[in-house]
């Protein structure tokens, strides 16, 4: 009997490992290892954004885009850490083949562009987009840094395409 409890214990364990094994590795979802280089601009935006930052991302599994990141808002420092701020915007990646992927992106730093020092670390949620992206979700973390007039992102997370 006890052997028969142990077997039962050991095929349970097996089927929650498999299961989530399989949750996790959805077809139609994509892990994203890359890096965005981009900079802050005056010209190239999208109306009505008089300034805007855009650049490029190369990541694995051909997830290499050209980036527009526009500020949607900015928060005043918190009264403990004077040097940083939260900002918030949206992330648009324009591949190729005409697909656009939409995200929401928030992160919090102390980037100083005057100086050309600081970082920042953050997300970003998948909101939807175009072409193979149509109805995407997911989402990224970033980290960030400022190199004398460039920021240097590295994201990290999963896209997901919508449910056919």
Do not use: W
Request: proline share 4%; hydrophobic share 35%.
């Amino acid at each position: 009997m006890r052997s028969l409890r142990i077997a039962a214990f050991a095929i349970a364990c097996a089927c929650a490992v498999v299961s989530t094994s399989l949750a996790n590795a959805s077809p139609r979802c994509r892990q994203i290892d890359a890096t965005i280089y981009d900079k802050v601009v005056t010209e190239g935006c999208p109306p009505p954004a008089q300034a805007c930052v855009i650049g490029t991302v190369r990541g694995e599994h051909g997830f290499d885009a050209k980036t527009v990141f526009v500020l949607g808002s900015r928060a005043d420092p918190p009264s403990t850490s004077p040097g940083y701020r939260a900002v918030s915007g949206t992330i648009t990646y324009a591949f190729k083949d005409g697909a656009t992927l939409t995200a929401l992106e928030t992160s919090i730093g102390n980037i100083d562009t005057a100086t050309g020092l600081g970082h920042a670390g953050g997300t970003q949620e998948f909101t939807g987009g175009t072409g193979r992206y149509e109805g995407a979700t997911g989402f990224t973390y970033l980290n960030q840094h400022f190199e004398t007039d460039h920021f240097v992102t590295r994201i990290q997370g999963e896209a997901c395409r919508a449910k056919s």
